[in-house]
């Protein structure tokens, strides 16, 4: 059982909206920042945002980042087949001491 | 460009020590933490833990009695030893530059924006 919780499944056609939640309690995400990685199939995870919301170079804009006390949410416009993989939440818990992820969500894109 | 190259043993038997080198190419390993990251088969991730350039080391406590994570900046390699492997210790093991930094044991700053490839490290008798 993750710490973070996000949905196993989402799913949306090409060129539609999906969002992705991330649920915690006040020692994770309600007092620090959460990052989001997506992970292609067979392949490492790559970082997608940072600090709630901001994107490294060369992640498009169709990728946003938001949180509100003690959830965040990863939202992705302009669907694209490429976009299927499985996408994480994570941030620092300072009860546990320790950095925590979501489960993961796998996205569909119909 | 930096990049980050892993290597260790993939197969080990029971009560065995897993020994993984992650080396930092085109960079510095000073000035971020480094980690190391597992994701059993068809599961998740787990963070194992970070050591900076200073010594300074978090670990996740639930493994906290097994992992070791050291740096040399000599080599800008980092390493991860985790003893008394078992089945459950089987997943690909990533190593990755973040966080960026942490003050004393917060790291508010949690992200990873380096990773390496992976390895499979198997533990079967």
């Known amino acids: 059982q993750s710490v973070l919780t996000q949905p196993p499944s989402v799913s949306a056609a090409p060129g539609q909206m999906v969002t992705i939640s991330c649920s915690g309690s006040?020692?994770?995400?309600?007092?620090?920042?959460v990052s989001w990685y997506q992970q292609l199939p067979g392949t490492a995870p790559k970082l997608l945002i940072y600090?709630?919301?901001k994107r490294p170079s060369g992640i498009p804009d169709r990728f946003s980042g938001s949180k509100s006390g003690t959830s965040a949410t990863l939202g992705i416009t302009g669907l694209q087949t490429g976009d299927e993989a499985d996408y994480y939440c994570?941030?620092?818990?300072?009860?546990?001491?320790?950095?925590?992820f979501g489960g993961g969500t796998k996205l569909t894109v119909l | 460009q930096v990049q980050l190259q892993q290597w260790g043993a993939g197969l080990l038997k029971p009560s065995e020590t897993l020994s993984l080198t992650c080396a930092v190419y085109?960079?510095?390993?000073?000035?971020?933490?480094w980690s190391w990251i597992r994701q059993p088969p068809g599961k998740g991730l787990e963070w194992l833990g970070e050591?900076?350039?200073?010594?300074?080391?978090n670990y996740n406590p639930s493994l906290k009695s097994r992992v070791t994570i050291s740096v040399d900046t000599s080599k800008t390699q980092f390493s991860l030893k985790l003893n008394s492997v078992t089945a459950a210790d089987t997943a690909v093991y990533y190593c990755?530059?973040?966080?960026?930094?942490?003050?004393?044991?917060?790291?508010?700053?949690?992200?990873?924006?380096?990773w390496g490839r992976g390895t499979l490290v198997t533990v079967s008798s």
């Open positions: 085109g960079g510095s390993s000073s000035g971020y933490y």
């Open positions: 990755a530059r973040g966080p960026p930094y942490c003050v004393g044991d917060v790291c508010s700053f949690w992200y990873f924006d380096l």
């Open positions: 600090e709630n919301k």
């Open positions: 050591m900076n350039h200073r010594g300074n080391t």
């Open positions: 006040s020692s994770n995400i309600g007092n620090n920042y």
């Open positions: 994570g941030t620092w818990d300072s009860s546990l001491s320790a950095g925590v």
